[in-house]
Nanobody
């Protein structure tokens, strides 16, 4: 049984940083891509970032490009999302997800498994 556990969320002030972690268990091997999505109150869940297992390529939403960095050291079972220069509009529940897909990584439907989410709140 695949399980994803996110951690690292919290309350910070605008301009500060946070690093989210997501540990996957129960997945045979390491050939799966990992992504982050977020959902703010009253809004739909949106893509944030992803990293493809086959070549390590990374993808970012325009709203976080240049501020967030996704990493997965040694293609292990943990993915990180380093979030710098946080803004109040980054406030949301952040979800980790995994997929065998190597083509489409920016849509929710491409992902097979999801974590429970971790809350990030950025005060102004």
């Amino acid at each position: 049984q695949v399980q994803l556990v996110e951690s690292g969320g919290g309350l910070v002030q605008a301009g500060e940083s946070l690093t989210l972690s997501c540990a996957a268990s129960g997945y045979p091997g390491s050939r799966y891509s990992m992504g982050w999505f977020r959902q703010a109150p009253g809004k739909e869940r949106e893509f944030v970032s992803a990293i493809r297992w086959s070549d390590g390529d990374t993808y970012y939403a325009d709203s976080v490009k240049g501020r967030f960095t996704i990493s997965r050291p040694n293609a292990a079972n943990t993915v990180y999302l380093q979030m710098n220069s946080l803004k109040p509009e980054d406030t949301a529940a952040y979800y980790c997800a995994t997929t065998r897909n190597v083509v489409v990584l920016t849509t929710q439907g491409a992902y097979d498994y999801w974590g429970q989410g971790t809350q990030v709140t950025v005060s102004s």
